[in-house]
């Protein structure tokens, strides 16, 4: 009968052991899965991340920090965690456990697995749905009874760069199985793939996928952990699938492969560089809804949420200071005038003295910067402080409670308060101050095939924290002299094409459904990733994309003004999110310029239509002038004589305006 059926309880585990020394000194300290990542652990991003997925029962498995990682999780249930609400957590560990392989052997010996589950590290930032593929593996394990784990991984853009997270893979397209696996280079290029024949001789149809992020997320039947405990060479889940694809009429078993949708996000966080690209990411708002002022902590709103992606705690103070662009301060914090902050994260309780820089800078809890100072690039760990006139620059991670002397000058290193008994001291800065040898730069699985590095790293070691071209591009707040250069009305290229398609088709559906802007701009967020487009053409072809819905182009009654104002009553939000900056409101008037040819309703109300954008905020006054004079005499001879008396009203209008201040300062 089915009311005496037992209900099935979806089961997670989540490994929060340190296994690697990518991230030292923090992980010399405590569990990195305690890492605040834009001041949240990285560990409550995966326990959200499960919630979300409908997650019922969680396992967190932790052995060198047990007690930190429970009085975490003890602490976030007694402050209602959004995670908390619905889903139980418990916190098991073992002692000896030196790598993965070790805690999937001790998980199958304490038998609290029942049956299908997922498997991921504290250290994934991810916003995918796990739940579809949870179900797909059940149905693959239904007529396969030897498979063993689904694999999960996410299509990255072709000019990602390596992190030691890429993968290249050969997969039965029929049924998803995985003939092939093979880790990429952390440095250069391959110049070849070896696939063993034998996967083509096999199969009717292969897909060799060399362009994919490996998050560490897994869906495991419960032969999974039997396998770890009969194979003790197993140490970690790399080795599982080499021995899986190697030995698989012997074990009987088998792996399946699933890539997440593009609209889903999924980063795993294994060294300083990847840590620098989550951060901007979740600032950027790709892996939404993991986004600062979305309340994961204590189901409380954390920030103010600002253009530009300014994240700003209602509790933070600054004194005439410039946050420019995807910067989040916590509660507490104070920064100081004449100091400039961009792409970057603060703490609570830090602060930041006067005329100081800070681009791309990580600073935890309670980190003071003296005045003066320049911070490019770099992590300063809970309680530390930084002398005036110090420049800390790229690659540089200072640990907690350090003390730098004031105008040291520092790159590229690793700096503890204390020395351990393993670290090599390579200099003395002070009485809390001590450079250590970063040993991980000796101990690169992987060979570069080129002396040109793109990133500053070691020579063969782990990526540090850098700059990320991909992520932090050009400001948004500088544009380029050269009018070609910005502007981004060129032939489109077939990526461009499919860019636009999709965004149009994510704008018109979201027009007639009504969908919330925010999943909107996720969407159009996702295609940029897919298609690697830059930030200025993401600004025009929003707006290309907006003017050429079907309302517009056909408005009712030939009413063209009252077409967009319908639209822009939905989807202005979409617009305001992209249109913030005078660069960014010189693409969208660009972008008109193509609608004014086009559009035949909108050429013969040209100036109301600018003058409307103007009336609703989303171009200024400078952009329309600057704009208008950039417009070719020639080329554009109707276009600036339907301007003309527009142009004539703003200027008119600023005259009056300027006149009325030097009344006023009379």
């Known amino acids: 009968m089915n009311q005496f059926e037992k209900k099935e309880v979806i089961q997670a585990i989540l490994i929060a052991d340190n296994n690697v020394d990518q991230l030292r000194p923090f992980s010399d300290e405590n569990s990195t899965a305690l890492l605040p990542l834009v001041n949240v652990s990285m560990l409550d991003y995966a326990l959200d991340a499960l919630n979300r997925s409908g997650i019922e029962e969680v396992f967190v498995y932790s052995s060198l920090h047990l007690r930190s990682v429970r009085e975490h999780i003890k602490n976030g249930i007694a402050s209602l965690n959004s995670w908390s609400v619905n889903m139980t957590v418990h916190v098991i560990g073992g002692e000896g456990c030196r790598c993965f392989g070790d805690a999937m052997r001790d998980l199958d010996a304490k038998a609290l697995i029942r049956g299908n589950f997922i498997l991921l590290g504290a250290d994934v930032v991810t916003n995918a749905d796990l739940r579809p593929i949870f179900e797909q593996h059940k149905k693959t394990a239904k007529y396969d009874k030897g498979a063993a784990a689904t694999l999960v991984f996410k299509e990255a853009a072709t000019s990602s760069i390596r992190t030691g997270n890429e993968v290249m893979i050969a997969v039965d397209q029929q049924n998803n199985r995985l003939h092939h696996h093979q880790r990429l280079r952390l440095h250069g290029k391959e110049s070849h793939f070896e696939v063993p024949l034998e996967v083509f001789l096999n199969n009717s149809e292969v897909a060799l996928l060399h362009n994919l992020i490996d998050p560490q997320i897994a869906i495991g039947s419960p032969s999974m952990l039997s396998l770890f405990s009969d194979n003790f060479d197993f140490e970690t889940r790399d080795d599982f699938v080499r021995g899986i694809l190697i030995n698989e009429e012997i074990l009987d078993s088998r792996i399946y492969v699933s890539v997440l949708p593009r609209g889903q996000y999924a980063r795993k966080v294994n060294n300083w560089l990847t840590y620098c690209m989550v951060s901007q990411d979740v600032m950027n708002r790709w892996a939404y809804p993991l986004v600062p002022d979305m309340g994961i902590n204590c189901l409380a709103q954390q920030y103010v949420y600002l253009k530009n992606n300014i994240y700003k705690s209602r509790k933070s103070t600054f004194i005439k200071a410039a946050l420019r662009e995807n910067v989040a301060v916590q509660a507490g914090s104070q920064v100081e005038a004449g100091t400039s902050v961009s792409c970057s994260v603060i703490g609570k309780n830090c602060k930041v003295g006067k005329n100081c820089v800070l681009m791309n800078a990580f600073l935890m809890d309670g980190v003071h910067i003296g005045d003066d100072c320049k911070l490019d690039c770099c992590v300063v760990g809970f309680g530390s402080k930084i002398g005036a006139g110090s420049t800390i620059a790229e690659g540089t991670v200072v640990g907690s409670k350090c003390a730098i002397p004031a105008g040291k000058l520092l790159k590229n290193v690793v700096i503890k308060s204390v020395l351990g008994d393993d670290d090599d001291l390579v200099e003395k800065l002070g009485e809390h101050a001590f450079i250590i040898d970063d040993k991980q730069e000796t101990q690169s699985t992987y060979a570069s ?80 990733y897919a298609y690697n487009m830059s930030l200025k053409e993401v600004n025009f072809y929003v707006v290309k994309a907006l003017f050429s819905l079907q309302d517009i182009k056909e408005p009712a009654n030939q009413n063209v003004l009252v077409a967009i104002n319908n639209v822009l009553k939905q989807l202005g939000p979409v617009l305001s999110n992209y249109i913030k900056t005078p660069d960014a409101m010189l693409q969208c008037l660009r972008a008109l310029e193509d609608i004014y040819e086009e559009n035949e309703f909108v050429r013969s109300k040209i100036s109301k239509v600018v003058h409307y954008l103007y009336d609703k905020d989303f171009v200024s006054e400078d952009a329309i002038i600057a704009w208008y004079e950039q417009l070719d005499v020639e080329d554009h001879r109707a276009l600036r004589q339907s301007l003309k008396e527009l142009i004539e009203w703003l200027d008119q209008s600023s005259e009056e305006d300027e006149d009325d201040d030097e009344d006023e300062s009379d």
């Open 449 to 528: 095939d080129s002396e040109d590095e793109v990133l500053p790293t070691a020579a063969t070691g782990i990526p540090k924290v850098a700059r990320v071209p991909t992520i932090c591009e050009e400001s948004d707040y500088t544009s380029s002299s050269d009018e070609d250069e910005s502007r981004a009305v060129s032939p489109l290229v077939d990526d461009t094409n499919i860019f636009l398609a999709e965004v149009m088709d994510s704008l018109a559906r979201g027009f007639q459904e009504k969908s919330n802007p925010d999943f909107l701009i996720l969407e159009i967020n996702s295609s940029r």
